[in-house]
Every structure is written in structure tokens, then in C-alpha cells.
């Protein structure tokens, strides 16, 4: 199976910030690649699909990009909103993987 | 918009059955799959399974052959069934509309099941 490395594990950041998550494939995945955000009791959200599409109705603060095997979600001018736990996955080759997540907290 | 449904507690070594019901749009367009991911408490996410609208289906090979992965696209619903439960199978389980380049939208809200005598 091919591992979604993800880092960090957890970040602390303020209003305002930019921040960047990136994510690690054991192997190539081209383009194959989401981003996900998740809050507490909720469900996971799609924000970028396709290495760097942003989903219709996200911010355009959040960013995606890369190929083959590095992946990168930048968040400018962080919301309070923002603050949630964030997950990357590919579905290049079964089974599909998810990153292990990075927890994204107010400093 | 998806809901799953099913039981809350499952007893160790029994099926664990799941349905999630597709409303608001047809299963059968034929550019989605259908996926079911879980996430057991304080943990990440893991895909399980997922399935085509004609019945084919494939599932995470971690999970040893107890999943199954079907629909019934006159009633608008996906089910997940797995055997043979064990404690580390207490999760909250979602079902998803799954499209290209990792595109897993929208999800239903989760339902948490339990495994325990």
C-alpha cells in the first residue's frame, strides 16, 4: 500500500498566518491527491481534489499543489475557522491512503 | 446528501451491517463510485471499500476479506457488510460519493458503531 506521510503532526499558528501542510507518497501518485478538512463530531470536508483543484465553495485562501510524490495545502490568512485537523489522500492505487493528519491549533 | 444507518453496538465475532441512503441525485449516473471510510475514536481515517453503480466493487485487503461492498440503485442505497467484528472495528463509519483525483464529496454524517459483548 502505498503511505501518506504528513507533516506535521501538529502545528500552532495565529489569525492571519499562512500555513503549509505537506503530505509524502511512498510512491508516484501523479496528481492523484485531496485534501480534507475535518472538525470535531463532524465529518471530513473536501477542499482540493486533483492535487491543486479548490472545491467549489472553499475560500480561495486554501491552496493546493505538487506531483508525483510531494503535496503541499497552503492556508493564507488563516480564519478562526480554519482551525480543524486536515488530511491528505490518494487514490492512485488500491487501497486508497490518508495521511495521518495534521492538527492545526490556535497559538 | 448521504445518511448512514445501521445499529450502534455489534457483539464480537458478529456482521456488522451498514446502509447509507442517497438522496438529492441518482446513484446510477455512472461517473461515482460510492466509498465507505471509517475513523475509530481519537484516530484517523481509513477507506474500506467502494463500489460502482452496476454492482462491481473492491475493498482495502487489510480488512482480510470480511467486507463487502453492494448497492441497490431502485432504492438509492450503498451497504457495507463485515464479518467477523473485533473491538478494533469500533469506529465511526461514513459513506461517501467518490469521483476522480481523490474526490470523496459530499459524505453523510457518520454513524459510530461499537463492538462489544
Known amino acids: 500500500a502505498i503511505q501518506m506521510t504528513q507533516s506535521p503532526s501538529s502545528l500552532s499558528a495565529s489569525v492571519g498566518d499562512s500555513v503549509t501542510i505537506t503530505c509524502r507518497a511512498s510512491?508516484?501518485?501523479?496528481?492523484?491527491v485531496g485534501w480534507y478538512q475535518q472538525k470535531p463530531g463532524k465529518a471530513p470536508k473536501l477542499l482540493i481534489f486533483?492535487?491543486?483543484l479548490l472545491q467549489p465553495g472553499v475560500p480561495s485562501r486554501f491552496s493546493g499543489g505538487g506531483f508525483d510524490t510531494d503535496f503541499t495545502l497552503t492556508i493564507s490568512s488563516l480564519q478562526p475557522e480554519d482551525f480543524a485537523t486536515y488530511y491528505c489522500?490518494?487514490?492512485?492505487?488500491?487501497?486508497?491512503?490518508f495521511g495521518q493528519g495534521t492538527e492545526l491549533v490556535i497559538k | 446528501q448521504l445518511q448512514e444507518s445501521g445499529p450502534g453496538l455489534v457483539r464480537p465475532s458478529e456482521t456488522l451491517s451498514l446502509t447509507c441512503t442517497v438522496s438529492?441525485?441518482?446513484?446510477?449516473?455512472?461517473?461515482?463510485?460510492w466509498a465507505w471510510i471509517r475513523q475509530p475514536p481519537g484516530k484517523g481515517l481509513e477507506w474500506i471499500g467502494s463500489?460502482?453503480?452496476?454492482?462491481?466493487?473492491y475493498s482495502s485487503p487489510s480488512l482480510k476479506g470480511r467486507v463487502n461492498v453492494a448497492v441497490d440503485t431502485s432504492k438509492g442505497q450503498i451497504f457495507l457488510t463485515m464479518t467477523s467484528v473485533t473491538a478494533a472495528d469500533t469506529a465511526v463509519y461514513y459513506c461517501?460519493?467518490?469521483?476522480?483525483?481523490?474526490?470523496?464529496?459530499?459524505w453523510g454524517q457518520g454513524t459510530l458503531v461499537g463492538v462489544s459483548s
Open positions: 461517501a460519493r467518490q469521483g476522480q483525483g481523490a474526490y470523496f464529496d459530499p
Open positions: 438529492g441525485g441518482s446513484i446510477d449516473t455512472g461517473d461515482y463510485y
Open positions: 463500489v460502482y453503480y452496476d454492482g462491481s466493487n
Open positions: 510512491q508516484g501518485v501523479r496528481n492523484d
Open positions: 486533483a492535487g491543486s
Open positions: 489522500l490518494q487514490d492512485y492505487n488500491r487501497p486508497y491512503t
